[in-house]
């Protein structure tokens, strides 16, 4: 079974020739068993501390300037395309995926605005004289941000921008290849993004921008925004949580690890692995990333190389649970 004959427009029943082989390339059983036992953990994690477990408002996102309607929408037309072409297998595979790295995502922003509540304990003093053992590396990250904003007009947006075409790309690009190569990438993004959570409880901190401003003003204006936010938690608690943390939910303040970066090195990696063009092109946007991270005073420069060992560890753990679907997938000759 190739991937040709797994996007055929018409499907015969003869395609999935035993139940497993429908379970292994077809139901994402591992996107799924990750984020309902990470869903699990989360309501555990709720119920022990007393916190409720809240969901985004409809004006959540506006910080970011972005619109729930942008990703909804191309959702919906790769549904409908999806549906007209009859690529079933496809589009089940999709809306399962879809379902859970929703859940992911919804448990991964409760459990960091959760951070303060859970280990209130802070250790951005300790980051920050990290920071000044390697100065030298942040005045550079600073200069980066100037030189790269006066190249580019919208320079101020790249921080963002940059990390929403690598996941875009990635996605395109490596559903054109072997479908197993694609679960691996989204199933590595979905264990960053439950990995980071947990780790924000360790030796959590806010960031480097409650001790000097970025040279970023639009990254500035909305770490003010999200530290509003958790000053507000700090000094309301639990009740506050309850009544306004669903406006807040996007806007949870965390810099340990750097999940910015962790993600990006995700695609970063498959990229350069499976589709060598794609990893060339990331390249200078990944180096921009981990400088930026910094040069926003979003990230100690510490928390960018949690961050990397974040993603060495993701990584491990997908390649350790997709090698027997791989070697069925191989016995059964294709490539």
């Known amino acids: 079974m190739n991937f040709q004959s797994f996007t055929t427009v018409k499907e015969p ?35 022990i501390y007393r916190i409720d477990f809240i969901f985004p408002s409809a004006s959540s996102l506006e910080f970011t300037g972005m ?26 595979y999709y809306a399962a995926a879809a379902l859970a790295y929703a859940i992911i995502l919804i448990t991964h922003f409760n459990i960091k605005i959760w951070m303060s509540l ?11 004289k990290t920071d000044q053992m ?5 005045d550079i990250s600073f200069a980066v941000h100037k030189i790269v904003d006066l190249v580019l007009p919208a320079g101020e947006h790249l921080y963002l921008f940059a990390f929403l075409a690598m996941f875009a790309s990635s996605i395109i690009v490596h559903s054109a290849q072997r479908f197993i ?11 960053v993004h439950v990995l980071g959570a947990l780790s924000y409880l360790v030796m959590p901190a806010v960031g480097p921008f409650i001790f000097e401003h970025g040279v970023n003003a639009l990254e500035s204006a909305r770490q003010e925004h ?16 309850a009544s306004e943390g669903s406006g807040f939910l996007f806007a ?19 990229a350069w692995k499976h589709a060598r063009w794609l990893g060339l092109i990331y390249l200078p946007l990944f180096a921009f990333i ?3 991270a910094m040069a926003t005073r979003w990230h100690y420069w510490i928390d960018v190389v949690a961050g990397l060992a974040l993603t060495a560890l993701a990584v491990a753990i997908t390649a350790a649970l997709f090698r027997p679907i791989e070697a069925f997938h191989a016995a059964r000759g294709n490539p």
């Open 13 to 47: 029943p003869s395609l999935w020739n035993s139940r497993r082989e429908f379970f292994l390339f077809v139901v994402p059983v591992h996107e799924l068993a990750l984020a309902f036992g990470f869903l699990l953990m989360g309501l555990m994690i709720s119920f």
């Open 67 to 92: 619109s729930y309607a942008v990703p909804l929408s191309l959702i919906s037309a790769l549904a409908l395309y999806l549906t007209m072409t009859r690529q079933v297998a496809r589009l089940v």
């Open 118 to 128: 859970v280990n209130p304990k802070l250790w951005d003093d300790f980051y920050w």
């Open 134 to 138: 390697v100065r030298p590396l942040i």
């Open 181 to 191: 190569l694609f679960r691996k990438v989204l199933f590595t993004a979905m264990l």
């Open 226 to 241: 999200m530290y509003g936010g958790y000053r507000a938690l700090l000094a309301g608690g639990r009740p506050w949580l």
């Open 252 to 270: 949870a303040v965390a810099a340990m690890p750097s999940l910015h970066v962790a993600s990006s090195a995700v695609f970063v990696f498959y």
């Open 290 to 292: 981990i400088f930026e």
